[in-house]
């Protein structure tokens, strides 16, 4: 999955969960969370070259532990909550291929991965995914609002 489909899956996340829609702060951090595997990993796999393929550091049951102990640290208990939520729903959404769900302490044949690139119909239908999301996201907002 590219951007666009994470941030449609994150938005309906806090949607479906129940977090207050007038929290911006929340929505930042668990949009952010389900973003980051895919930021780390993927500077750290085709833009550093430090290791194969784009998922590898961050694509794995310890590093989504670990974040979310140091968001729940820094910023809260909620807020550590949603971060785990949008992280959660990345891993999850993205395990339909190679997942390291236990690296480093179990060892993986990486593949080289497709590097940075996009493909037209995948991007439009995540995009239409996003723009659906964020529809739901205003009109819930200006059903409490009210
Ligand atoms: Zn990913």
Known sequence: MNIPGHLAVGITQH????????????LTVLLVGSLFPD????????????????????????SLLASTLIITKLVGNL???????????????DS????P??????????????????????????TLLLVLAVIIFYVNYARRIK
């Open 101 to 126: 769900w236990f690296f480093p302490l179990k060892a993986y044949n990486f593949p080289k991965g497709r590097g940075i690139s996009f493909q037209a119909d995948s991007m439009i239908k995540e």
């Open 39 to 62: 930021i780390a990993d993927k500077t750290i796999g085709y833009i550093l070259k430090l290791m194969p393929g784009g998922r590898h550091c961050a694509h794995n049951i310890f």
């Open 15 to 26: 949607h479906l969960l129940n977090f207050p829609p007038d929290d911006k702060k929340l």
């Open 79 to 93: 807020a550590g909550y949603a971060w785990f939520s949008g992280y959660t729903g990345h891993l999850l959404v």
């Open 96 to 99: 339909d291929r190679f997942m």
